[in-house]
């Protein structure tokens, strides 16, 4: 299966308050931005782990820091950070999608939880080349992001997920 729901009582609206309270929150419209939920020792660049853009990228590579290495916190967001410690996640971030606007199709190391915050009809998960539209209704899912993947927002609406690697044995 390349995407899994798990069924959840999750609360949205309090996860987009906390996000609100971020300052680099505001920041996050510029076409494919992120912002990562944690970060690695020492180091508390909300950006850090961000690899949206080549300049990203490259900061990324250069620091010699590898996915499995952002596991502290970045801020205080209670509920977001009981969420993901709960479930075992590791490089969370928040994934922004402008209107009209796709990720580049790749392949990951490992599987990610998904959690819809805001979307619409017209967003899409391309899996395998299957097509996918994962809702925002307080669930998460699990996708096999080690499959080729892309995500494609064809709307004039955003799409925002916070998106985290979990290891193989999570499902």
């Known amino acids: 299966m390349d995407i899994v729901e798990k069924p959840s009582n999750i609360d949205l609206d ?6 609100r309270s971020l300052p680099v929150y505001h920041d996050r419209y510029d076409h494919n931005a992120q912002i990562c939920l944690q970060g690695v020792k020492g180091n508390d660049d909300p950006h850090l782990g961000c690899t949206a853009t080549h300049i990203q990228h490259m900061k990324f590579k250069i620091s010699g820091h590898q996915t499995r290495d952002f596991t502290i916190p970045l801020f ?3 509920y977001i950070n009981k969420f993901m410690s709960d479930h075992n996640m590791y490089y969370t971030r928040v994934m922004h999608l402008s209107p009209k606007r796709c990720y580049g199709h790749h392949q990951d190391t490992k599987k990610r939880i998904h959690i819809p915050l805001v979307t619409n009809e017209d967003a899409w998960l391309i899996v395998n080349k ?3 539209h994962i809702p925002a209704n307080g669930n998460y899912y699990i996708v096999d992001t080690t499959q080729m993947h892309t ?11 916070i998106v985290g690697n979990i290891n193989d044995t999570e499902n």
């Open 76 to 78: 205080d967001i209670p």
């Open 151 to 161: 995500a494609i927002n064809t709307s004039s609406l955003e799409r925002l997920h």
């Open 14 to 19: 309090k996860i987009l308050e906390e996000l």
């Open 130 to 132: 299957q097509v996918h």
